[in-house]
């Protein structure tokens, strides 16, 4: 009896572990980026949008923050960006990111993206591997 509970027992147990987010996995380092006019003066009077995903770890939609707002000086610090995933969710990831048949035509790895609202045209965006924009010029 007490051989049957182990074969039932460990497989629960490795399932468990494989599929609860357990794992903190940061997608977007903290960013700090500093708005300016085309003539290089601050811009404050803006709201900015950040979206973020890790397309080897994740596969729904991306995480979002609106309505964001650089201080008087056009300077802003997005917070870092962490997602919490499983054992799995990591061991898919990394073979995603080292299939070239699954890779091919899809980005992978983190990326973080943002976008002013309104009227004002201001898009910056990175990637893990990439350096992040420390000045985005914002235009009407």
Known sequence: MEKNL??????IVLLILFIIPMFSVTVAPEWSVRFVDEAGRPVSDIAIDQWWKDYSLEWGSMHAEDNLLPDSSGNIT?????????????????????LPIVTFHGPHGGSSFIHCRGSFNCNASFDVSEERPKVVVVAN
């Not at 182990?6 to 497989?11: A, D, E, N």
């Not at 997005?78 to 080292?98: C, E, F, H, M, T």
């Open 6 to 11: 182990k074969w039932i027992f460990i497989p």
């Open 78 to 98: 997005l917070p870092k960006r962490s997602i919490r995933v499983s054992a799995l969710q990591i061991v898919l990831g990394k073979l995603w990111d080292v």
